[in-house]
């Protein structure tokens, strides 16, 4: 992957600041939690500082994708938007990591909607996002362990982006990969192990899959799903 210096410069500054403010703020408080928690006091300071550095990272990705849309399309290397999803994606894993010990099967969805992710409600989450902030998951979806949603493909010397959607209620199977552009309808299942390929649209209510994923069946109204 193509890098400049301002990809270091960028991403550096707003590391930076996020591992500034936290420590501040850690040793504002710092001779409280010592009074309070002794020789431990060095744990507690260290778990807060991941939670804080996490949840900045997620304000400082809903403020950058707020005044300034990750837009979809075709980018050569050289084009700024590649240089932006490079500073999203620095942000968002740098953060996710830092609340990776925080982050419980409960807390995940709460997580990405943190960055960006536009989850209903009773989202069950698995797998993992790769840009949240283009990824919409409609109530009672289910994303399968390992799954992978990925919103970006590198080839031929530009990137592609384009956003994912999955409908309410619809189901993706365990280490199931769906690419840039997919469309899953609702009540729709993609079958454990699949690929999905670039801008698949999954009609609702139809099973799908294989490498690369095939419509396979109908779901008949109240057919247990797998």
């Not at 809903?62 to 490079?86: C, V």
């Not at 209903?120 to 989450?125: I, K, Q, R, W, Y």
């Not at 990824?135 to 992978?148: C, P």
């Amino acid at each position: 992957m193509k890098t400049s210096p301002w990809d270091f410069i960028l991403s550096g500054l707003i590391l930076l600041s996020l591992t500034g403010s936290a420590i501040y703020f850690i040793a504002l408080i710092d001779p409280a939690l010592q009074n309070w928690l002794g020789d431990f006091h060095i744990l507690a300071a260290a778990a807060l500082f991941l939670l804080l550095f996490g949840l900045g990272a997620g304000l400082i990705t809903h403020l950058l994708i707020r005044a300034r849309p990750l837009q979809a399309g075709d980018y050569a290397m050289e084009h700024s938007q590649f240089t932006y999803w490079k500073l999203l994606t620095v942000i968002y894993e740098f953060g996710r990591g830092a609340l990776l010990p925080f982050t419980t099967v409960f807390a995940k969805p709460g997580v990405e909607a943190l960055f960006g992710a536009k989850l209903g409600s009773g989202v069950a989450l698995g797998g993992r996002l790769a840009e949240p902030y283009l990824i919409t998951v409609e109530e009672g979806a289910v994303l399968g362990h390992n799954s992978v949603l990925t919103c970006h493909a590198i080839t031929s010397g530009q990137i592609i982006l384009r956003g994912i959607r999955v409908g309410a209620r619809a189901t993706v199977g365990v280490n199931v990969i769906i690419m840039p552009g997919v469309e899953i309808g609702a009540d729709a299942v993609v079958a454990g192990g699949s690929v999905v390929p670039m801008n698949t649209k999954i009609p609702a209510g139809e099973l799908w899959g294989g490498i690369p994923a095939r419509k396979l069946k109908d779901i008949a109204p109240g057919e247990v799903r797998a």
